[in-house]
């Protein structure tokens, strides 16, 4: 599903065929999820394929290294121009590109001294589906911010979003909605949260989540529709309490929610900001650069 004989990936400076890459398996990153990566996608445009906020992406997984004390020597606009050459020679126009920075041989817990890079694609339809999402409440909280690097999206503290996502699906519900250590609103699995009440939005505020590329789109957008969004710390009650949701992220781009435990959001999803940033997302993705940056 995500290669096939033909498929290359970049590894290390050199595009190789993935079904003939390598690595070794006293990697600290496969051992301990000490490494770093990010999550991209790239969108058929007017005379190509664009990859959507590459740059934020690329900083994005430099500052995850760096907070966590991975050397990361890579040029931003190096990778990026990997990434474009990466889709080329996988004939790809809509992808999701995928790099990861892994660690070198190291079974003890010291930094290492290397690491490798590693940027693969392929087609990914919406990660959560299209239809809105049936939610529960994850018995996981979100790591606390002083046990991990919140803000940074590290291979290892995805055991965490693992263990929510499938527990969600264990008792039949779409996806999981974690709180966090002090039993605040946080976010999904791989993705971030807004709700609506009474034609205004709320999200929770940096610090004990993700701090989501999509999530910054969404604010960009509001703000451009005039729609008011409030960033704080809100309690579980105040999304119960709320006229619509949704979540969005790279992989699940925006995607309405249904209900949270089987409780209903009242407003038609069609009749929701949600809705209309989804529209305003959907669109904006395909959009030349150029004209995302004068809007
Ligand atoms: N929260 C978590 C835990 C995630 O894994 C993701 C996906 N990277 C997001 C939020 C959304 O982030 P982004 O919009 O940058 O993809």
Redesign the pocket.
Known sequence: MYYNENTVIYLDGKFVKANEASTDLYSQTMHYGYGVF??IRAYAVENGTQVFKAEE?YD?LKKSAELINIPFDYNVQGLIEVTYELLKRNNLTDAYVRPLVFCDPNMSLARPNNVSIMICAWEWGAYLGDKQLRLTVSSYC?PHPRSIKIEA?VCG??VN?ILATNEAKDKGFDEALLLDSDGYLA??????LFFEKDDVLFTPQLGN?????????VLELAEELGIKVEQGLFKPEALAAADSAFY?????EVIGIESVDDKKFPKAWNETLGKKLKDAYSKRVRQPKAVQEQL
Do not use: D, Q, V
Not at 209 to 217: F, N, Y
Not at 248 to 252: D, P, S
């Open positions: 990010e999550g992406h994005r979100r999206k503290h995805y979003s976010e999904g699995p791989g993705a971030n989540i993700l701090p989501g590329i999509t999530r910054a789109t969005c992220g790279t992989a699940a």
